[in-house]
């Protein structure tokens, strides 16, 4: 079975900090490739996706993520975080002949201002 | 994209009573899927709840715990049965994107359910 996992489980940051979220899967096939995030109270939304093509993915809000394949790897990156990116990270991948995607634990992001 | 409206929100729950939670999308959908969020966990997927058959489960959940309803496109309905504090959780209704099986999903914003 598909497996995600995501490294870092809380993550603190202050303003204008970069960030890099991992994120590392085990289905050695096509997969498709997702980003979602969950604000405070509000409902979890994609934040970007990767199906084909160009490897280094632009997503809403400035964050980006780059598919690697030889490492099995789709981190989340930001150059500059708000404190408004304060919110739940998940990583979620498809593939192995199931479009159902299978999600990883999820990362904590603080921004302090 | 789709918008998906969950009730309740959340509730607090005796020990032994069962819960149903509604979904409502506001386009059809062939397939919804069932989601179960725990502190801490990564979502798992509960169910698929297609229209017209028995929905699909996944390994560890079952009927007779998480009965589901699909009567028609745009509706569903999840039942946590004989609830314990285990069930505590927050459980997501959603639907996939409009442009084909991607893996690409919506959700509404949950039902928090604690069970005492």
């Known amino acids: 079975a598909q497996s995600v996992s995501q490294h870092n489980h809380h993550v603190i940051l202050s303003e204008a900090a970069s960030l890099e979220l991992g994120c590392n899967y085990s289905?050695?096939?096509?997969?498709?490739l997702f980003w979602y995030v969950q604000y405070p109270g509000q409902h979890l939304q994609l934040l970007l996706k990767?199906?084909?093509?160009?490897?280094l993915v632009k997503g809403i809000k400035g964050f980006e993520a780059e598919f690697i394949k030889s490492k099995f790897s789709f981190n989340l990156r930001k150059p500059s975080v708000q404190w408004s990116d304060t919110a739940e990270y998940f990583c979620a991948v498809s593939g192995g002949g199931s479009y159902i995607p299978t999600f990883g634990r999820g990362t904590s992001l603080i921004v302090h201002p | 994209s789709a918008v998906i409206s969950q009730k309740p929100s959340r509730d607090i729950c005796q020990r032994g009573t069962s819960l149903t939670i509604q979904c409502q999308v506001d386009?059809?959908?062939?397939?919804m899927f069932w989601y179960r969020q725990q502190p801490g966990q990564s979502l798992t997927l509960i169910a698929t709840a297609n229209q017209g058959s028995e929905a699909t489960y996944e390994s560890g959940f079952v009927i007779d715990k998480f009965p589901i309803s699909r009567p028609n496109l745009t509706f569903s309905t999840l039942t946590v049965s004989n609830m314990s504090p285990e069930d505590s959780s927050i459980y997501l209704c959603s639907v996939g994107s409009g442009t084909g099986p991607t893996g690409e999903l919506f959700f509404g914003e949950g039902s928090r359910l604690t069970v005492l």
């Open positions: 990767y199906f084909s093509g160009d490897p």
């Open positions: 386009s059809q959908v062939t397939m």
């Open positions: 289905y050695g096939g096509t997969v498709n």
